[in-house]
Structures are given as structure tokens and as C-alpha cells.
């Protein structure tokens, strides 16, 4: 089933991200009493009377603008409305028609797209208020009386939404893309890559860090497969989360890491590894991510011979724990090595994907515990009796052993290692589970 695409769209601060997480029964879009907080689109899959919808949430729209950032929003927003089937156009009932409205209404009324005309706020149940029928002026039907605070008048907007949209086609098709996390600390060039990925610009770049807020995903098909990069909002440590915008971020980031198939980890060259990179890291994988470390702004280097094998122990020391993820140095800015990162996401989804047989895992066990006998404790030895997997993305693999409590650490980690050497399991995490009697121990 084809998805019917909605864009909200609007001046800046009338209510349209409230409205959107109303609508998508969701907290994707930041909201704040800040204009200009939602700065890229925001996407989120949602349903309504059977009818699969993409809901996209918009920056504020200034018409007439000098400032940088609000000419990118406007032409972020302009994106939204070319792709929609409906646009949402919000305004906001207690400031009345402004003429930032009107030029935007103009702008709508040149896309040639179904527009639904929505004023925001209408707080009171009952008679319309006298100022809600100025907004007739703009030349649109009927416009819908809507409170995004209570999720009045969200429903008929959906109703008549859905009523617009082009016959569905019936079709289901299903999607096979690998879903790529940009990861990172602010400014480290996660929107730059995209923007390179995919030709066009995709996500706002500024050099002001923290520009992109909010996580966007961007869907490409090229000669190595099919892909959907979802941009992150570069990540801070709590104790320098100073607002709640920053707090949301964080939040979608994780969320992302979470939808995603693969772990981009940006690193800013100039910068070098830090406890922030080490800390993003973490988080792709805790949540049993395969991973990238991509070294970005290689370009403004000055190099030797023995610059990348410095730079990649650096990155190993201070990432000793992911050591199976593989390193590229790139420029997004110039292209560098950018297509070789295809090669490296195809192959890390491949191998976070693959299964082992049970018969080929025990032959490797019985292969490991005759190289390295298990260890023992009071007199007392380990002994592991078989092995199975039991589950992918990340590999999942279940021991059963006589005593959990033999099962040191270091064996466990020479297992892995062996695992990974054998099944070539690059750039994913694995997972071991240790069982005993019925009871449970992971790492």
C-alpha cells in the first residue's frame, strides 16, 4: 500500500510540531516556546482509517528573511511541499491573518497542491470565535478550527486529508533498504556526508554546532543497493545539556540508533578521538549496533607515512571495546573515499545478518576448549557442552555450561574472538548469553 505524504507547514511558533506529535501519538518533533526551534523536516509513519500516512513536520517558514538559517528552513520546507500529496497550512487564531501568512499562502497556492487550511489554538468549545473567520481572506476552503493542546479538530484534518490523496495503487512493496545512523558530536560533518550521499541539500549545514536538531532521513538506490541515512542531531553529554531542545535531541538520536541496521560514527579529524566520541560510540554499541568509525575532514590533515596507523591506534585504544568496527578516513567535503563507505555499510549488514549453523558452531567449540583448556577452580572445571545461535543484528549466541561461575570473563572473550575469526563476523557486536541449570548470564 502506498503511503499518502502530509507536510505541515507554517510561520515560525503557531503550533505545527504540537500538532504533529498529536497526530503521530509521538514526541518526534521538538517543541518549544522558541521560534525556529524544529530547524529540518521531520518524518513519521503513521495510519489512519486504513490509510498508511507519511507525516512530515516543517521549520517555520519566513517568507522574507536575511538571516541564514531561516532562508535554509524556508528552503528545507520548500522540499516538504514538493514531495507532499496534502499540505497542512497552520496558522495561529490569536494573531490573526499577519502578512507573513499571506505570503506564504501565496507560495502554497503556486505548488498547485491540496491544501487544507488550519488555524491553530482554538481553545474553546462551542461558537467560533469572531477572529477565526478573518482567516477566509487567504483564499483557501473552509478553513478547520483546530487546538493542537487538546487534539480537537486533528481528526477532520486527517479525514479530509485522506480524502484528498491519490488512489491507492494496492501495491505493497516491500522495503529492503539498510537503515544508516549518522552518529556524532556537533560539527563533526554528519549532515555534510549526507548532503554528498545524496546530491542535493538534504539536511541544513551551518558551521554553528548543534544546526541539526532534529533526526531526518534521507532515501537513496544506487549501484550498491538501497539505503535510508537517517541524520542525528550531534550528541552532548548530559551535564552540558543546558535546555530541553538539547534533551530531545539526544533522545531521537537514540531512537535512531535504534531504527537503524548500521552505525555511521562521525569523528572529527582536526579534533582527534574524544570522551564525547567515546561516549556516542557506547551508545551504538549498547543497543548491539553494527558500526562504522568514520574519520571525517581527513582532507585538512597534514600527513606522513605513519598518520592513518597513528590515528587508528588512537582510535582502538580509546574504543577498545568495538574494535571490530572498521575505520575510514574521508572528506565529506570533497568526496573522499565517500563510496567506499557502500562497500563497508553492504558488508557489516551482511555479517551482523548472518546465521551459523548449530553442527558448524560445535565443531568450533570443540576446536576452541582443546587449543585453550577452560578453566577450573578448586578443583573444579568448566565445561561447556554446546553452542547455538539465536538470533542476528547483532549475532546472538547461547552456551550451556555446568557453572556459570567458572565462565570467566577472559574465556568468554577468547570464545568471541574465535567466533569472529572463524565466520569473519566484521563490524558487529556480539552477544553471548551463558546458561546454567536455567539461569542467565550475559555479556
Known amino acids: 500500500m502506498s503511503k499518502g505524504i502530509i507536510a505541515i507547514v507554517g510561520r515560525p511558533n503557531v503550533g505545527k510540531s504540537t500538532f504533529f506529535n498529536k497526530i503521530t501519538g509521538s514526541r518526534i518533533s521538538i517543541v518549544d516556546d522558541t521560534p525556529g526551534v524544529t530547524r529540518d523536516r521531520v518524518y513519521y509513519e503513521t495510519e489512519w482509517n486504513g490509510r498508511e500516512l507519511l507525516v512530515i513536520d516543517t521549520g517555520g517558514i519566513e517568507p522574507v528573511t536575511d538571516n541564514i538559517l531561516l532562508k535554509q528552513m524556508r528552503a528545507q520546507a520548500q522540499i516538504a511541499i514538493d514531495i507532499a500529496d496534502v499540505i497542512v497550512f ?37 461558537e467560533l470565535p469572531s477572529e477565526f473567520y478573518e482567516f477566509y481572506e487567504l483564499g483557501f476552503d473552509d478553513p478547520v478550527a483546530v487546538s493542537s493542546l487538546h487534539g480537537t479538530g486533528s481528526g477532520d484534518i486527517l479525514d479530509i486529508a485522506v480524502s484528498m490523496l491519490p488512489e491507492d495503487d494496492g501495491e505493497a512493496v516491500e522495503d529492503e533498504s539498510i537503515g544508516v545512523a549518522v552518529i556524532g558530536k556537533p560539527n563533526a560533518g554528519k549532515s555534510s556526508l549526507i548532503n554528498r550521499i545524496m546530491g ?47 534533551k530531545y535531541s539526544v533522545i531521537r538520536a537514540n531512537m535512531a540508533i535504534e531504527r537503524a541496521d548500521v552505525c555511521l560514527i562521525m569523528i572529527d579529524a582536526n579534533e582527534g578521538i574524544t570522551s564525547q566520541d567515546e ?41 577498545s571495546y568495538m574494535t571490530y568496527a572498521p ?36 565443531d568450533l567449540l570443540s576446536d576452541i576448549t582443546a587449543r585453550v583448556q577452560p578453566p577450573s577452580n578448586k578443583g573444579r572445571r568448566l565445561k561447556i557442552y554446546y ?9 546472538n549466541f547461547v552456551l550451556f555450561c555446568n557453572s556459570v561461575e567458572l565462565f570467566h570473563f577472559s574465556y568468554q572473550r577468547y570464545i568471541e574472538n574465535c567466533i569472529r ?3 569473519g563476523y566484521e563490524g558487529t557486536p556480539i552477544k553471548m548469553v551463558i546458561k546454567q541449570r536455567g539461569e542467565t548470564s550475559e555479556i
Open 90 to 126: 497552520m496558522c495561529e487564531l490569536h494573531t490573526g491573518v499577519t502578512a507573513a501568512d499571506r505570503d506564504i499562502a501565496a507560495m502554497l497556492k503556486k505548488s498547485g497542491k491540496n491544501i487544507i487550511l488550519a488555524v491553530n489554538k482554538v481553545d474553546t468549545i462551542g
Open 327 to 362: 575505520i575510514i578516513f574521508i572528506s565529506a567535503k570533497t568526496g573522499q573515499r565517500v563510496d567506499k563507505l557502500f562497500e563497508l555499510i553492504n558488508n557489516c549488514y551482511s555479517k551482523a545478518s548472518l546465521r551459523v549453523t548449530t553442527g558448524l558452531l560445535n
Open 421 to 423: 575469526k572463524a565466520f
Open 279 to 319: 561516549h556516542i560510540a557506547g551508545l551504538a554499541h549498547n543497543a548491539g549496533k553494527a558500526s562504522i568509525i568514520v574519520v571525517n575532514k581527513w582532507d585538512l590533515i597534514s600527513k606522513d607515512n605513519d598518520t592513518v596507523n597513528e590515528f587508528t591506534k588512537k582510535i582502538q585504544t580509546a574504543l
Open 387 to 395: 553452542m547455538t545461535q539465536t538470533g542476528i543484528r547483532p549475532p
Open 200 to 246: 542535493e541539500e538534504r539536511v541544513i549545514v551551518s558551521d554553528i554546532p548543534g544546526t541539526t536538531r532534529d533526526a531526518v532521513d534521507s532515501r537513496i538506490e544506487n549501484e550498491y543497493g538501497r539505503y535510508v541515512f537517517i541524520d542525528t542531531a550531534g550528541i552532548r553529554r548530559n551535564a552540558k545539556m543546558e535546555d530541553n531542545i538539547e
